[in-house]
Each structure stands twice: as C-alpha cells, then as structure tokens.
C-alpha cells in the first residue's frame, strides 16, 4: 500500500485532498500532518510516495519546513499547492527536493485530481510554459519583475501578459485543437456542465455536446478526468482570464464569430 501525507492548513482542502486521493482507485495510507507534530515526533515512517505540500503566501519560513520535512520524510515526489505564483523567493533553493508539481489552490476538482494523478504516475504537472522553464515557479524576486527568464529567454506568460497563463489561441496550438474546443475544455475543467457551457458560449447543447466528444477524440481520451489530464501533461493552464472569460465565469465571450 502506498502512502500520501497530506500537509495543508486548511481544513477545507484538506478534506478535499483526503477525497481526492480516495477516488484514485488504489488504496492509499493517507496521513494528515502538521509542522507541529512532526517536529515532536509524531510523523510515518520513511518511505512517503508523496507529499501534498500547501504553501502560504508571503510565508518565506516554508520553503526552510519543506527541507526539514524532506530529509525526515523521504518523500518520492513533492507536489506543492500554492496560495499565488511566483513562489516566495525563499523557495529559489528547492533544486535538490523532488518536487515534481505545483498548482493553485484556487485550481477546480478536475484539474486538481489530474495533477495529483500525473506526479503519482511519476509524471510532473507545471501547468503552462513552466514546463519548458519550470525554474519560473522557484526564481529570486529580482527575476519576478522582468517577465523573462534569463537561463531561456521565455517569457513566463502567455499573449496576454499575465504570469501562468497562455491564451486560447495558445492553448489550442499546444493541444491541436480549435479555438472553440479547448474553450469547451476549459469549462468542463472548471466543472461546468454542458448546459452551462452552451449558455456560457451561446452556442446550442448539440454543438457543445459535439465540440466535447471531437476534443475527446482529438485528446484520445474517452472522458473529461481523461481529458483534463492529458491537457495538464501536455503543458496547458486550462484556465485564463482575459476577455473570453470573466472572473465570475457568469459570461464567455466568444473566441470568433465564425466559431460555432
């Protein structure tokens, strides 16, 4: 039986994790732990497959816990839950720890159990153009402001600007589908039901219903678990927030007229 150690201080997303990993269909030792307990002794024997780790923002003491935990721990792969990105510049030193992934808190259920999945299966999830420079989630705050990495040369953010983030059209390139299917499939990973999708996209159930099963095709997956995963394993966010979408996720803008 593997083993997981859940490392989270809120209450919320910790019971989220715990359900999380009681879906994934093998039979996980699941262990919540805190800083505290670990440092009295309290903590499982070596031998953790992975560690959830949430970090705080603004909490530069975590990164120095992270290492303490590692060497006490021995965890196989680290996935870090981040409060925002970039990380605390204090997390620049984690080259030696073998964190394998790091995503949002804010991240949906879908996009969250892809994840985990994905550094389960030995694989690393930085969602977006990270994966070609994923040092941009570990950089010094001197680099933070620039918007370039200077080991590569990459910008880490998409045409519109932002940090982690790519846009539609950057998207679907990455994972060869239209504009208007990787839209499909961003909604579904935020956990929107087809309906709302059509309502979102003012397009008929029908059509969503179609872009769906194409983008499903195209993925050559059979469902939305499937689907997300594969898209966070090729590099894409499967999420923005330019004019397309709105904050509320209440409206979408469509990508095109000529999209339908």
Request: charged share 20%; glycine share 8%.
């Amino acid at each position: 039986m593997g083993k997981i150690v859940l490392m989270e201080s809120h209450p919320l997303l910790r019971l989220g994790l715990w359900q999380i990993v009681k879906k994934l269909g093998e039979p996980w030792e699941i262990v919540e732990l805190d800083y505290d307990a670990l440092a009295k002794g309290e903590s499982p024997a070596i031998g953790v497959d992975l560690l959830i780790y949430g970090v705080s923002s603004g909490a530069g003491s975590d990164s120095q816990y992270l290492t303490e935990i590692h060497k006490t721990l021995q965890p196989k792969r680290i996935l870090l839950l981040a409060d925002a990105l970039p990380l605390p510049p204090s997390f620049s030193n984690l080259s030696g720890l073998p964190v394998s992934g790091c995503v949002m808190k804010t991240v949906s259920v879908e996009i969250l159990e892809a994840a985990i999945r994905l550094v389960i299966a030995g694989g690393q999830c930085f969602p977006g153009k990270q994966l070609q420079a994923p040092d941009f989630y570990f950089r010094p705050a001197a680099d933070q402001a620039g918007g370039v990495l200077s080991s590569n040369g990459l910008k880490p953010a998409g045409s519109n600007g932002k940090p982690n983030e790519i846009s539609i059209a950057e998207g679907a390139q990455l994972l060869q589908l239209t504009p208007r299917q990787y839209e499909v499939l961003v909604l579904l990973a935020r956990g929107h039901p087809i309906k709302t999708i059509s309502r979102m996209l003012n397009i008929s159930v029908a059509t969503t219903k179609t872009h769906a099963c194409t983008l499903y095709q195209r993925l050559h997956v059979r469902n939305k678990g499937e689907a997300v995963y594969t898209a966070l394993k090729r590099g894409a966010t499967l999420e923005w927030h330019g004019p397309e979408l709105d904050r509320d996720n209440k409206r979408v803008q469509p990508y095109a007229h000529t999209h339908k």
